[in-house]
């Protein structure tokens, strides 16, 4: 976790390295169909978007997120820096955003991408987290300094032209009861969520005053843009008592205002770093009262788990370690019906992937991988590199 928060914090440093852009052509096959019984899942060949020259390490080229802001038109943000020192000429770096404007057959970086977005849309897509509403993005900072339970996430608002429309100080605050440090930060998710009723809301977590662990909170967004609501407390150290306690969590809002909140409690970074690594049981929070209460369970294991509620109703989770997983409900995450391996557990990566609905019914999903050879079988020592791979999923309810 640590490890994870000191690469986050250079996440905002414009990093750069030496890569190769690759695009493949890529259709759907019937690969990792998963268990009987939930929905039909059709998922394509891996595809490379982007591929280093060389092995760079934890941090270079992962730690996935994905925002799409208009049909077709995906960003792809993740870590530049790496384990290694890059030390390479200007001429040779390859700059954010990296983004696709034909939903993945083609990617492009830095000023090439730029330039084909309409008007200063690159200001709107070069910002770390967002809420994709009807009318506008709403675009925030994710890691927030707080001091005696006080702190603020400014806050943007831009048409789909790109133009900034509306901006406000974004301030938050925690109640003195919650039991966070006086002089710490909060970590709001990269994607927040605009329920039916246009209230916007975001999960986020922030550090205990007792004992290095966390706790999971919902915040909404009020008009003026001025506050955050703190809303409640999602989970709590108390809900699990080992790992690192709750923290990096996804959010889900249903039609009718039922929310469901995924908590990471525990992920082991040192083995994953050497291998596949695993993570422990994430807790499941529902919710039927806006918020204010959560019932708790235990489910699937995984780290940074992101939430997508489709067009057809099926809900997907992208969460990892091991390997890069996709898992998919008709039931609103009551059970996970079905599951499909994006790479293989044996594989390094940070485990933190995402998907988004390019179409009715098909999801466009990117994972990492780091220090892995892409050959399965070789007559020599293989070339072992960072890649970022993209596959196509088609979701049948």
Not at 90 to 99: D, F, Q, S, T, Y
């Amino acid at each position: 976790m640590n490890k994870f928060l000191r690469m986050a914090r250079k996440h905002a440093v414009a990093g750069a390295a030496f890569v190769l852009l690759i695009a493949v052509g890529g259709g759907c096959s019937s690969v990792g169909l998963g268990i009987l019984g939930g929905p039909t899942v059709r998922m394509s060949k891996p595809k490379v978007i982007v591929r280093a020259d060389t092995a760079y390490g934890w941090g270079f080229l992962t730690h996935v997120s994905l925002a799409q802001y208009s049909p077709g038109v995906v960003v792809v943000s993740c870590f530049l820096e790496g384990e290694i020192p890059v030390g390479i000429p200007e001429r040779l770096k390859v700059r954010r955003p990296i983004a696709t404007f034909d939903g993945g057959e083609t990617w492009y970086n830095g000023e090439e991408a730029q330039r084909r977005f309409p008007g200063d849309m690159t200001n709107v897509v070069m910002a770390p987290s967002s809420i994709r509403g009807t009318n506008e993005f709403v675009t925030f900072k994710w890691e927030n300094r707080i001091r005696n339970g006080r702190g603020a996430a400014p806050v943007s608002v831009w048409d789909y032209s790109g133009r900034l429309v509306g901006s406000g100080v974004g301030r938050f605050a925690c109640p003195t009861g919650e039991g966070f440090l006086a002089d710490t930060e909060i970590y709001l998710s990269n994607h927040g969520v605009e329920a039916a009723d246009g209230r916007k809301y975001v999960v986020g977590y922030g550090k205990m005053k007792a004992k290095e662990t966390y706790r999971a909170i919902l915040l909404r967004l009020d008009e003026p843009l001025s506050t955050w609501t703190f809303v409640s407390t999602i989970a709590s150290p108390e809900d699990f008592s080992r790992g690192e306690g709750p923290n990096e969590c996804a959010l889900a809002v249903f039609p009718d205002g039922e929310m469901l909140a995924l908590v990471r409690t525990g992920g082991n970074t040192g083995a994953q770093q050497g291998g596949s690594g695993n993570s422990m049981p994430m807790l499941s929070c529902r919710s039927k009262d806006g918020g204010k209460t959560w019932e708790i369970s235990r489910t699937v294991p995984g780290v940074m788990p992101k939430l997508l509620l489709m067009s057809n109703g099926v809900l997907v989770l992208t969460t990892g370690r091991p390997g890069n997983v996709l898992y998919f409900s008709t039931n609103r995450g009551k059970s996970w019906s079905r599951s499909i391996s994006l790479s293989p557990a044996s594989d390094q990566s940070s485990g933190y992937c995402d998907s988004v609905e390019i179409a009715p019914g098909r999801l466009l999903v990117v994972y990492d991988t780091f220090n892995t050879t892409e050959q399965k079988v070789w007559l020599w020592e293989p070339k072992r590199v960072n890649v970022l791979y993209q596959r196509y999923v088609d979701v049948t309810p």
